[in-house]
Antibody
Framework: QVTLKESGPGILQPSQTLSLTCTFS??????????VGWIRQPSGKGLEWLAN???????YYNPSLKNRLTISKDTSNNQAFLKITNVDTADTATYYC???????????WGQGASVTVSS | DIQMTQSPASLSASLGETVTIQCQAS??????LAWYQQKPGKSPQLLIY???SLQDGVPSRFSGSGSGTQYSLKISSMQTEDEGVYFC?????????FGSGTKLEIK
């Protein structure tokens, strides 16, 4: 059974760095074709893909967030991470991690972590 | 970026009714399309991938079709548990992009 769970700070202030962790089970990021991605959703709005990391450490980012994103992984501990620098109120959202299995398809999602940016 | 335009934004359907949701890509995505269902307060769940392949465990009343730039999701007999928001997503090119969603309610 594949499960993913996001964790984060909950609340942070503008200009700070948001650090998110995705802890997963049921698959390994050292297995060929596996990937983990991050997607966010402001309350009541749509989905925005942020970044992917693959088993071979290949990484892709959404250019709309320019150079603010960094994705990484810890294969030994079945975790993936996302950092977003210089946050502002527009980054307030629920952040999801999801598994990518040999393709662009997100076939398993975490429950989401709510993040609020407020002074 | 590939833009995904979904329609309608919302609709209501009676139990047993057939429902169709449309998704148009701004360029040919060669069937690189997935559909997700999101129920209130929950994370999205994969329904369809490759435009028409049903994800394991998804009821057979859900089906997907289309090619090129035009795709659709059909629910052949609306059930109460089908209420939620449906999103399409293209996977041909990065950045991966989603449609804006269709909110489906029971009439």
């Amino acid at each position: 059974q594949v499960t993913l769970k996001e964790s984060g700070p909950g609340i942070l202030q503008p200009s700070q760095t948001l650090s998110l962790t995705c802890t997963f089970s049921g698959f390994s990021l050292s297995t060929y074709g596996m990937g983990v991605g991050w997607i966010r959703q402001p309350s009541g709005k749509g989905l925005e893909w942020l970044a992917n990391i693959w088993w071979d450490d290949d990484k892709y980012y959404n250019p709309s967030l320019k150079n603010r994103l960094t994705i990484s992984k810890d294969t030994s501990n079945n975790q993936a991470f996302l950092k977003i620098t210089n946050v502002d109120t527009a980054d307030t959202a629920t952040y999801y991690c999801a598994r990518f299995n040999n393709s662009y398809v997100m076939d398993a999602w975490g429950q989401g972590a709510s993040v609020t940016v407020s002074s | 970026d590939i833009q995904m335009t979904q329609s309608p934004a919302s609709l209501s359907a009676s139990l047993g009714e057939t429902v169709t949701i449309q998704c148009q890509a701004s360029e040919d995505i060669y069937s690189g399309l997935a559909w997700y269902q999101q129920k209130p307060g929950k994370s999205p769940q994969l329904l369809i991938y490759g435009a028409s392949s049903l994800q394991d465990g998804v009821p057979s009343r859900f089906s997907g079709s289309g090619s090129g730039t035009q795709y659709s999701l059909k629910i052949s007999s609306m059930q109460t548990e089908d209420e939620g928001v449906y999103f399409c997503q293209q996977g041909l090119k990065y950045p991966l992009t989603f449609g804006s969603g269709t909110k489906l309610e029971i009439k």
